[in-house]
């Protein structure tokens, strides 16, 4: 009886680490997914470093106490699945967003963003940010427009001069 004690806590422990060592964490209702749906999805998260694990939700909860993250107990009812990302904050929010407008019996329950437990609305504005490169290009689209410009202008300049010197 001990060792099955000792195995539940270990798993306690796994997750409460996860919660506290994740950028981003997002608990879904998976319910109504076939086999292939969840597949796909795993996959997609797999391919963007999202660690996306099932667990018991009395462990969850449990784990939540230890990662002081107990506004989530009241998500914690029915099926759930956890998509726990240590890098990008942006992606499993995007990713599992997506999924779900394809695909209706997705459902977003609630999540951790850097720490803090995030509302439905803050986890949707997360999902619709770029993710790190497409930001990434933005600010170098903003850095390159007044060297452009500058150009622009230089060369507006000298073919002035040219046509009246010509």
Known sequence: MSKVIEHKKQVVTEIADKFRESQSTILVDYRGLDVAEVTELRNQLRE?????????????????????????????????????????????????????????????????????VASLEQIKELADLPNYEGLLSMVLSVLQAPVRNF???????????????A
């Open 48 to 116: 963007a470093g999202v660690d996306f694990k099932v667990y018991k939700n009395t462990m969850t909860r449990r784990a939540t106490e230890a990662a002081e993250l107990t506004e989530l107990n009241d998500v914690l009812v029915g099926p759930t699945a956890i998509a726990f990302s240590k890098d990008d904050v942006v992606a499993p929010a995007k990713i599992l967003n997506n999924f779900a407008k394809e695909h209706d019996a997705l459902e977003i329950k609630g999540g951790v963003i850097e720490g803090k």
């Open 151 to 165: 150009a622009y202008a230089t060369k507006a300049v000298a073919e002035q001069k040219e046509e009246q010197g």
